[in-house]
C-alpha cells in the first residue's frame, strides 16, 4: 500500500529565511507526486505536481520540488520563505495506472514565519 | 478552471440525526469523486471513491453503513452521516476527477473547500 511521511510536522522560521520539507512515500511503482497547501480557513491549492520529466519542478509562489526516484523523496523547498507563506503544507502521492487514481496524503507540515 | 462546490459549507446537528453533504463539479463531468476527513490539525484521509452509476468503494475502517454516498449523475456525489455523534465532527472535503473526455483537465483534481460538520 502506499503512504506518505512528512517529517517535519511544525516548522517555524523568519522572513527571508529559506525552507526546505521533506517528503517520502512508499510505492514501488510509477507515482505521480504533489504538493498542495491550505492557508488558514481556506481549501487545498496545489502548488505543483510531479509526474514524469525534469526531476526539478516549479510551482507557483516561488516554490519548487525535487523528484528523487533513488530515495522515494518529493522536499519541497522555496528561497526565501514570506510571512503569507504561512499555511499547512501536505505531499500527496497518486500511483500511475490506479483504476481511481486515489491520491494518499502525508500528515502534513504546519509552517510558521515570522516577520 | 474548473470548479467544485459543496453544500452546505458547515453544519451543526443534534447527536443521532443524519446530515447530507452535497459536491458538484460545476463546469465539468466527473467520473469519480472522493470523500476525504480531515481532523483539527490532521491530514486529510481517504474514506472512500465514488464512480458514477456504481457503489462506493470504502477504505479500511470507514463504516459504510455509517458514511453512505451516492454518485447518482456525472456533477454530483452526495455523503450522508447517519445517526451522527460527536466523534463524527470533522471537516469533510470532496475531490472531483475529471472524465476521460475532458481532456483539457487531464490529470488535474479539484477540491471542494469542505464542509465543517459539528454534532453536539
Known amino acids: 500500500a502506499q503512504s506518505v511521511s512528512q517529517h517535519n510536522h511544525h516548522v517555524i522560521l523568519s522572513e527571508a529565511a529559506s525552507l526546505e520539507l521533506g517528503c517520502n512515500y512508499s510505492?514501488?511503482?510509477?507515482?505521480?507526486l504533489f504538493w498542495y497547501v491550505q492557508y488558514p480557513g481556506q481549501h487545498l491549492q496545489l502548488l505543483l505536481k510531479?509526474?514524469?520529466?525534469?526531476?526539478l519542478v516549479k510551482g507557483i509562489k516561488g516554490f519548487e520540488a525535487e523528484f528523487i526516484n533513488s530515495k522515494f523523496s518529493f522536499n519541497l523547498r522555496k528561497p526565501s520563505v514570506q510571512w503569507s507563506d504561512t499555511a499547512e503544507y501536505f505531499c500527496?502521492?497518486?500511483?500511475?495506472?490506479?483504476?481511481?487514481?486515489?491520491?494518499?496524503f502525508g500528515a502534513g507540515t504546519r509552517l510558521a514565519v515570522h516577520p | 478552471g474548473a470548479v467544485v462546490s459543496q453544500h452546505p459549507s458547515w453544519v451543526i446537528c443534534k447527536s443521532g440525526t443524519s446530515v447530507k453533504i452535497e459536491c458538484r463539479s460545476l463546469d465539468f463531468q466527473a467520473t469519480t469523486m472522493f470523500w476525504y476527513r480531515q481532523f483539527p490539525k490532521q491530514s486529510l484521509m481517504l474514506m472512500a471513491t465514488?464512480?458514477?452509476?456504481?457503489?462506493?468503494?470504502?477504505e479500511q475502517g470507514v463504516e459504510k453503513d455509517k458514511f453512505l454516498i451516492n454518485h447518482a449523475s456525472l456533477t454530483l456525489s452526495t455523503l450522508t452521516v447517519t445517526s451522527a455523534h460527536p466523534e463524527d465532527s470533522s471537516f469533510y472535503i470532496c475531490?472531483?476527477?475529471?472524465?476521460?473526455?475532458?481532456?483539457?483537465?487531464?490529470?488535474?483534481?479539484?477540491f471542494g473547500p469542505g464542509t465543517r460538520l459539528t454534532v453536539l
Open positions: 510531479y509526474f514524469s520529466g525534469d526531476p
Open positions: 465514488s464512480n458514477e452509476g456504481s457503489k462506493a468503494t470504502y
Open positions: 475531490r472531483a476527477l475529471p472524465g476521460a473526455r475532458t481532456k483539457a483537465l487531464n490529470n488535474e483534481q479539484f
Open positions: 500527496a502521492v497518486n500511483a500511475q495506472g490506479g483504476g481511481y487514481n486515489k491520491l494518499i
Open positions: 510505492y514501488g511503482g510509477t507515482v505521480n
